[in-house]
């Protein structure tokens, strides 16, 4: 009676014989690769501009060996994560491989995916990430962790959101945990509508440290790859970023709509904010209900719950991946139909396991969310788990 999940990983013990290290050809290093300094900086790049760099399995591999790499070298003292490409930071998973039929377990790639998460957010070291352009799903988890040793600069060319229930799936790669951070509930109808921020809504939020503008971006790295980081990395950086960055002026949509976000969206239930949308009578609030209408109807509540449960019971980043991987277990199929509808076919009306808010019950809401004994194992599998592709496993690279 054990939980399939937890069976699934539970192979990982037959997953490790023979494999070789995270896949390491020549085109996967082409796309995601590292570039150390003598002050002690690493920056790693993402380079995959004709496809926003979505990430592939062999770019979560790749990525996870230069964290841990970075994480080991005595000489790193600092690691920058950024993209090659000006006004592109990474557009979140490979959406071909995503719902594609994969030849490794289906479950491999989410689980590689937000064990790399866990590994930035848990990287001894300062981290600065440069968000300029697009960074949506997966691109979050790369580049927002909220805590004191990372610096998360944006530019004026940011376009920032978790996207996902718009394509049958629930904010994933530890969103839920900015989404508790930021002023409440704002995190919430972050979760549920998916809308796009800016410059200034990252810096309201407080989900970036600082903004330094696109043609000041030369400087700062320029400096951060040769200025003398000292003893106290972290007070240079933040020398470095007091230099170069810029305030900001003006009032930023989530401010501006910060007291309409608080009374409708401060609800225990989807149906609760619908309603209060409903009485609110206004042309941002009837917005809000079209937009709404349109997200699968599974994904919005198990999203409301996901994020009152790590509100409440303070989730540590680790459970809050935990359960990301287990949603993912269960939401494939709707993934799929969600992805082929709006993004492939763009026919844009997906068939989902339920389609409407009054079928799904609490009781069906609960079985999404696992028991505190399957949370744990899979958490510390997370930690467990081989780094190494099973041998003669293939795997889709992608191209540049």
Not at 150 to 179: I, K, S
């Amino acid at each position: 009676r054990t939980d399939p999940m937890l069976r699934a990983c539970n192979v990982a013990g037959h997953l490790q014989c023979g494999g070789a290290t995270a896949p390491s050809t020549a085109p996967v290093q082409d796309l995601t690769y590292s570039r150390k300094f003598p002050n002690g900086t690493c920056f790693i790049l993402l380079d995959r501009p004709r496809k926003k760099n979505a990430m592939t399995l062999a770019m979560f591999m790749e990525l996870t060996r230069l964290i841990l790499e970075a994480r080991m070298d005595s000489n790193v003292k600092v690691v920058v994560i950024s993209s090659e490409t000006p006004g592109l930071f990474c557009a979140g998973g490979d959406m071909r491989e995503l719902t594609g039929r994969p030849s490794w377990p289906e479950w491999y790639l989410t689980f590689t995916e937000y064990r790399l998460d866990h590994l930035i957010h848990t990287l001894p070291k300062p981290l600065i990430t440069l968000l300029d352009g697009s960074c949506m799903g997966g691109g979050c988890g790369l580049g927002v962790h909220i805590h004191n040793r990372c610096f998360r600069v944006v530019t004026e060319n940011v376009r920032l959101a978790m996207p996902e229930t718009g394509a049958g799936w629930v904010p994933d790669c530890g969103a839920h945990d900015f989404f508790r951070h930021v002023p409440s509930p704002v995190g919430l109808f972050l979760g549920l509508t998916g809308a796009v921020l800016d410059y200034k809504d990252c810096m309201y939020c407080g989900i970036a440290t600082h903004f330094v503008r696109t043609q000041d971006l030369p400087q700062l790295k320029e400096l951060l790859r040769n200025r003398d980081l000292g003893k106290c990395p972290e007070q240079s950086i933040a020398e470095i970023l007091g230099e170069v960055s810029t305030p900001v002026d003006g009032i930023s949509t989530i401010q501006k709509h910060f007291s309409e976000i608080s009374r409708c969206y401060g609800a225990y239930s989807v149906e609760e904010i619908l309603s209060r949308l409903k009485a609110e009578a206004s042309e941002w609030a009837d917005n809000q209900i079209q937009l709404l209408s349109h997200r699968s109807p599974l994904s919005l509540k198990l999203t409301l719950g996901f994020y009152y449960r790590v509100k409440w019971f303070n989730w540590d980043y680790q459970r809050i991946c935990a359960q990301s991987f287990i949603f993912a277990q269960h939401l494939m199929s709707d993934f799929r139909e969600g992805v082929k509808s709006l993004l492939l076919d763009k026919a844009y009306t997906p068939k989902y396991k339920f389609n409407s808010l009054s079928e799904i019950s609490p009781e069906i809401v609960a079985k999404y969310f696992s028991s505190e004994t399957m949370i744990e194992s899979v958490g510390e599998k997370m930690h467990s788990f081989p780094l190494r592709m099973p041998r003669n496993l293939p795997f889709f690279v992608g191209k540049k």
